[in-house]
């Protein structure tokens, strides 16, 4: 079962930033938070990971409370091709089954012109 | 190129045949793994290989048989392809590292079974 709880769907204008938000109330503190995303018909798709700390490349920024309850992905200046859905991960990291991603439901988000 | 690629994009097969999905990377990832896409479950994990000649089952196994001679190529095998085995399949592979790790996906083979 997914432990993770994400919106069904957001909307953001085409150039505003995307908030997308991740509720792990349950993770432990071996446990990182990563961030996939899929576009129609492709591959899912890494962004972005973190374990404690904020984290931010080229796609995406990170941020993570500090009783890491919860997170959210921000996309600063989004896009028509960010239209896709989001899921929130959430797993140990290491060999053997606990590389087994658990992808929930994920968050569809609508880029709108 | 460098990546993750599978083939074929497309399957279309008959009920009992044997049909056969490629994987390969050109990353030397230790990890690899096979998973379906269907409309209400999500991803599901079929079966993963930590190295060569190493394979463990994931969720949903059943039906599906799988090898890895080599690092770079782990094919997934339907011995008698059923109706309910109509779905989208992803290959990922990732390397472990001291921290956290990522798993790189490839683009999707949609087998329709008739």
């Known amino acids: 079962d997914a432990k993770t709880t994400q919106p069904p769907s957001m909307d953001c204008a085409e150039g505003r930033a995307a908030n997308l938000p991740c509720n792990h109330s349950t993770i432990s503190g071996n446990e990182y938070v990563y961030w996939y995303r899929q576009i129609h018909s492709q591959g899912p798709q890494y962004i972005i990971h973190g374990l404690k700390n904020n984290e931010t490349n080229e796609m995406a920024s990170l941020i993570i409370t500090e009783d890491r309850k919860s997170s959210t992905l921000i996309l600063p200046h989004a896009t028509l091709r960010d239209t896709a859905v989001y899921y929130c991960?959430?797993?140990?990291?290491?060999?053997?089954?606990?590389?087994?991603?658990?992808f929930g439901t994920g968050t569809l988000l609508a880029v709108q012109p | 190129d460098a990546g993750i690629t599978q083939s074929p994009r497309y399957k279309i097969t008959e009920t009992g045949r044997q049909v056969t999905l490629m994987c390969h990377q050109t990353?030397?990832?230790?990890?690899m793994f096979w998973y379906r896409q269907d409309l209400g479950h999500g991803l599901r994990l079929i079966y993963y290989s930590a190295a060569a000649d190493i394979t463990d089952k994931g969720e949903v196994p059943d039906g599906y048989v799988v090898s890895r001679s080599k690092t770079e190529n782990f094919p997934l095998t339907l011995e008698s392809a059923t109706r309910s085995q109509t779905s989208v399949y992803f290959c990922a592979s990732c390397s472990p590292g001291a921290g956290a790790d990522t798993q790189y996906f490839g683009p999707g083979t949609r087998l329709t079974v008739l």
């Open positions: 991960i959430v797993r140990v990291a290491g060999g053997g089954a606990t590389n087994k991603l658990i």
């Open positions: 990353w030397s990832h230790s990890y």
